[in-house]
């Protein structure tokens, strides 16, 4: 197990939730205001970034939960 997995967890959710709430916002037109800098890359490179934070989240969290010990190889 990893000695941070608690640390990676955190980081796997808040990447998981500004991603999807970004996702969600940029459809009606808003955006979070740190987040702007993305729309000014472009709207594809917007979006590609945005699910790249989506999906990184979601690796983050299942590689800090799963317990590497107990794994059959």
Same mark, same amino acid.
């Given at each position: 197990? =990893?000695?941070?997995?608690?640390?990676?967890? #955190?980081?796997? =959710?808040?990447?998981?939730? *500004?991603?999807? #709430?970004?996702?969600?916002?940029?459809?009606?037109? #808003? !955006?979070?205001? =740190?987040?702007? %800098?993305?729309?000014? *890359?472009?709207?594809? +490179?917007?979006? =590609?970034?945005?699910?790249?934070?989506?999906?990184?989240?979601? +690796?983050?969290?299942?590689?800090? /939960?799963? !317990? %590497?010990? /107990?794994?059959?190889?």
């Amino acid at each position: 197990m =990893f000695k941070h997995s608690t640390t990676l967890t #955190v980081i796997g =959710f808040v990447l998981l939730f *500004l991603g999807l #709430v970004s996702l969600l916002l940029n459809f009606v037109g #808003v !955006d979070i205001f =740190f987040l702007t %800098w993305l729309y000014e *890359l472009g709207v594809g +490179i917007s979006i =590609f970034v945005r699910l790249l934070m989506i999906i990184g989240g979601i +690796i983050l969290i299942y590689l800090a /939960q799963t !317990d %590497w010990e /107990q794994e059959e190889i």
